[in-house]
C-alpha cells in the first residue's frame, strides 16, 4: 500500500516492486502562514510489465528536482513516483480537489504518454502488455485534469508534460499527442512537438526538457511564463539541433511569473521590467 506523508522536509519513500511514493511535502514556513500556490509533481520511469513500455532513468530524478525547485519558489508541493493507474487517479483527484482553493495550481508529469482516438493519456508504470488494446483502461486521461483546471474561474494553470516519445514499438501504431486550445487561465508546456521525440537524458541527471526548464525556474524565475518556456524551448532545441522542439500554448488572461522581480512585476525578457 502506498504511503501517504505530510512533513517539514521532502520525504521520499520507495517501495520495492511498482509500488509508488508519494510525498506531499510543507516547509515550516508554508505550515504558519496559508501558501497561495500548489503543485503536482510526478515521475514514472519504473515500467516493466510491457515489453513495449522501456524503463525510463530520469523521470523521478526530474520530478524529484521539480518539487524542490518549486518548493523553494513557495509551492505547497504534493509528490508521486512511479505510480499505478488507481494511485494516479486517487492523488490526482485529491491535487484537484485542493487546487481549487489555490490561485496558482502546477501539475508537471515526466514518463510515458500516447494519443488514442484525440484523447491524451499518461502510463502508469503497471501498465502491463495488453495495454495497447486497452489504453483508456489502463491509461490516465490527463485531458479531464486539464479541462477540470481550466473550469475554475480564477488564477492561473500550468500543465507541464516531460513525455517520451521515442519508444518505436508504440510510436509507430498510435498517433502523435493531441494539441488542443488550453481553456481560458491555463498554459500547456509539451516537451516535444507532434511527430517529435523527448530525450530521456542519456548520462545525465535530467532528461534534457526538465533540465532547461530547471535552469530557467532557478536562474530567473521573474520572467513572464511564457517568454520562460519560450527559452526553454529555445534552449532545449539548440542542445539538440532541432531534433526535439518543444511545444506551449497559452491562454492566461493576464501576466505570470513564478517569482516577481524587485519592483513587484514580471519581466518581459531578463532585465526588462514590465512596462506599465
Known amino acids: 500500500m502506498a504511503r501517504i506523508s505530510l512533513a517539514v522536509i521532502p520525504l521520499l519513500v520507495l517501495i520495492a516492486g511498482v509500488a509508488p511514493a508519494i510525498v506531499i511535502a510543507a516547509d515550516a514556513a508554508s505550515q504558519k502562514a496559508p501558501q497561495d500556490r500548489i503543485a503536482l509533481v510526478i515521475g514514472n520511469g519504473a515500467y516493466r510489465r510491457s515489453p513495449s513500455l522501456a524503463p525510463l532513468k530520469n523521470p523521478v530524478n526530474d520530478a524529484r528536482a521539480m518539487g524542490i525547485a518549486l518548493k523553494d519558489l513557495g509551492f505547497d508541493v504534493m509528490q508521486l513516483e512511479d505510480a499505478d493507474r488507481q494511485t494516479m487517479r486517487d492523488v490526482i483527484q485529491e491535487f484537484w480537489i485542493k487546487a481549487q482553493r489555490y490561485p496558482i495550481r502546477v501539475f508537471y508529469y515526466a514518463g510515458h504518454a500516447v494519443s ?3 484523447v491524451n493519456y499518461l502510463i502508469p508504470v503497471d501498465a502491463d502488455r495488453r495495454w495497447e488494446q486497452d489504453i483508456s483502461g489502463q491509461g490516465y486521461d490527463v485531458d479531464e485534469l486539464v479541462e477540470s483546471l481550466g473550469r475554475l474561474r480564477s488564477g492561473v494553470s500550468i500543465v507541464v508534460l516531460d513525455t517520451c516519445r521515442t519508444n518505436k514499438l508504440y510510436s509507430r501504431r498510435l498517433p502523435q ?3 488542443r486550445e488550453p481553456p481560458l487561465g491555463t498554459l500547456v508546456a509539451l516537451s516535444t512537438a507532434n511527430g517529435g521525440v523527448a530525450f530521456d537524458g542519456r548520462g545525465a541527471a535530467h532528461g534534457i526538457y526538465t533540465k532547461y526548464l530547471l535552469d530557467n525556474l532557478r ?3 521573474e520572467l513572464q511564463v511564457e ?3 519560450k527559452h526553454v524551448g529555445a534552449a532545449v532545441s539548440n542542445e539538440t539541433q532541432q531534433v526535439q522542439k518543444p511545444w506551449m500554448k497559452s491562454n492566461l488572461l493576464g501576466d505570470f511569473c513564478f517569482k516577481a522581480a524587485a519592483n513587484g512585476e514580471c ?4 532585465g526588462d521590467a514590465i512596462a506599465k
Open 116 to 118: 488514442l482516438d484525440r
Open 267 to 270: 519581466l518581459y525578457s531578463a
Open 219 to 221: 536562474r530567473q524565475p
Open 177 to 179: 499527442w493531441v494539441r
Open 227 to 229: 517568454q520562460l518556456f
